[in-house]
């Protein structure tokens, strides 16, 4: 059974960036899209950026552009999402998830446990 | 860009009843819509995909309809595990997701 399993809780300063890491295990990495999705308190879902990590090319969306990086590791099948220039808007739970279809950005069916990234002074 | 929008925003309903969520999107997206049930701090859970496929080990009462830009997930009879928030969600295939809302849907 695939799981993927997130890095743990971080408390951050405004200006400073933050990495979150997404482990794959019991299933295969490579084929299958990673996306990030954060959720602010209250609020809903909001898809980040995603990655294929055997294409290696990441996607990310418009309002994320230029302060987050996607990147992978498959030699440890491991997912990143570093997120920059935080505010204290970014306070958010982020997570991973995993696409349902190899090879394309689908239904997400696999869902990491999320991290909790709190941005105060 | 498409935007996904959910009708109601909160939906307040009882044991048994048939509750039905409209999600309709800014331009035709074919069936390319997936539902999430999410309750409090749980990840999300993949109910739907391709507008009306079940997703493996998804009870039966719900069910998933539409295309183009109309859609509906239906929860045939209520059960007390799903109140819950309910998302919609279009995917492309091609790196582009977006999701709607959100329903939250309480005990009446």
């Known amino acids: 059974q695939v799981q993927l399993v997130q890095s743990g809780a971080e408390v951050k300063k405004p200006g400073s960036s933050v990495k979150v890491s997404c482990k794959t295990s019991?299933?295969?990495?490579?084929?299958?899209?990673i996306s990030w999705v954060r959720q602010a308190p209250g609020q809903g879902l909001e898809w980040m950026g995603g990655i294929i990590p055997l294409y290696g090319t990441p996607y990310y969306a418009q309002s994320f552009q230029g302060r987050v990086t996607i990147t992978s590791d498959e030699s440890t099948s491991t997912a990143y999402m570093e997120l920059s220039s935080l505010r204290s808007e970014d306070t958010a739970v982020y997570y991973c998830?995993?696409?349902?279809?190899?090879?394309?950005?689908?239904?997400?069916?696999?869902w990491g446990q999320g991290t909790t990234v709190t941005v105060s002074s | 860009d498409i935007q996904m929008t959910q009708s109601p925003s909160t939906l307040s309903a009882s044991v048994g009843d048939r509750v039905t969520i409209t999600c309709r999107a800014s331009?035709?997206?074919?069936?390319?819509l997936a539902w999430y049930q999410q309750k409090p701090g749980k990840a999300p859970n993949l109910l739907i995909y391709k507008a009306s496929s079940l997703e493996n080990g998804v009870p039966s009462r719900f069910s998933g309809s539409g295309s183009g830009t109309e859609f509906t997930l239906t929860i045939s009879s209520l059960q007390p595990d799903d109140f819950a928030t309910y998302y919609c969600q279009h995917y492309n295939g091609d790196s582009l997701y977006t999701f709607g809302q959100g329903t939250k849907l309480e005990i009446k």
């Open positions: 998830a995993r696409s349902l279809q190899a090879f394309y950005y689908y239904a997400m069916d696999v």
């Open positions: 019991g299933g295969t990495f490579s084929s299958y899209a």
């Open positions: 331009q035709t997206i074919s069936t390319w």
